[in-house]
Each structure stands twice: as structure tokens, then as C-alpha cells.
């Protein structure tokens, strides 16, 4: 059974760092394509940032790049993301997700990278909340 377990969420003030982990289970990161997206109070779902292990293909969002960092620990099974100079605007439920690499490289990786090319044919984590207070 495929699943995504987030951990790693919490307070933090603003300025200060969290790591957030994704556990995959039943997944091989050679044929999918992870990513990190979030969804504050009262706004829609994300792009955070999304990677490919087999190409090492990466992307960012604007709003987190040069902060925020996607990283693997392909013995671990578990996708990383190192959050730095945390803002409040950053305060979200963060989930975890994962889509096949063939339809992730259908598009590049700003096209890909979106909500909607992991659903309905990919697989989301119950999100873990990340509060930034000021």
C-alpha cells in the first residue's frame, strides 16, 4: 500500500527554521515525482516546490525560493523540505504528495508542479500544520 505520512510541523516564530519530513511507503522515487504543497486558512491549495529523484528535475515557487529546500533520503524512502526565514504569510497546512514521473515530465516542472497534476491520479499525505508567528 502506497502512502505519505508529514511530520516535522510546529510554531515557529518568524525568522526561525522547520524541516518537514514525508515518509513514502510502497513507493520507488525512480518513477514518481514528489512534492510539497500547502494551503492556508481560507485560500486554496499550493505549489510549494516539487523534485524528480530519477532526473534530479527541481522547482520552486516563487515565494519560497532561495529559503525553502527539497531534498531526499532515497534509502529512507522520505522527501525533505528545509524551511528557512519563515514568514507568517507561511503559516499553512503542509501536505506531501507524489504523481508519476511520466506525467510529471509531460509538462516542465512549472506546469507540473501544480495541484492539479497530482490529482485525481496521484497521492496526497494528511498534512501537517505549520504555524509562523510574528
Known amino acids: 500500500e502506497r502512502q505519505l505520512v508529514e511530520s516535522g510541523g510546529g510554531l515557529v516564530q518568524a525568522g526561525g527554521s522547520l524541516r518537514l519530513s514525508c515518509a513514502a511507503s510502497g513507493f520507488d522515487f525512480d518513477d514518481y515525482a514528489l512534492g510539497w504543497f500547502r494551503q492556508a486558512p481560507g485560500k486554496e491549495r499550493e505549489e510549494v516546490s516539487c523534485f524528480t529523484s530519477s532526473d534530479a528535475i527541481t522547482y520552486y515557487a516563487d515565494s519560497v525560493k532561495g529559503r525553502f529546500t527539497i531534498s531526499s533520503d532515497n534509502a529512507k524512502n522520505t522527501v525533505y523540505l528545509q524551511m528557512n526565514s519563515l514568514i507568517p504569510a507561511a503559516t499553512a497546512l503542509y501536505y506531501c504528495?507524489?504523481?508519476?514521473?511520466?506525467?510529471?515530465?509531460?509538462?516542465?516542472?512549472?506546469?507540473?508542479?501544480?495541484?492539479?497534476?497530482?490529482?485525481?491520479?496521484?497521492?496526497w499525505g494528511q498534512g501537517n500544520q505549520v504555524t509562523v508567528s510574528p
Open positions: 504528495a507524489a504523481v508519476s514521473v511520466v506525467l510529471f515530465r509531460a509538462h516542465t516542472p512549472r506546469q507540473s508542479c501544480r495541484v492539479g497534476n497530482f490529482t485525481p491520479l496521484g497521492y
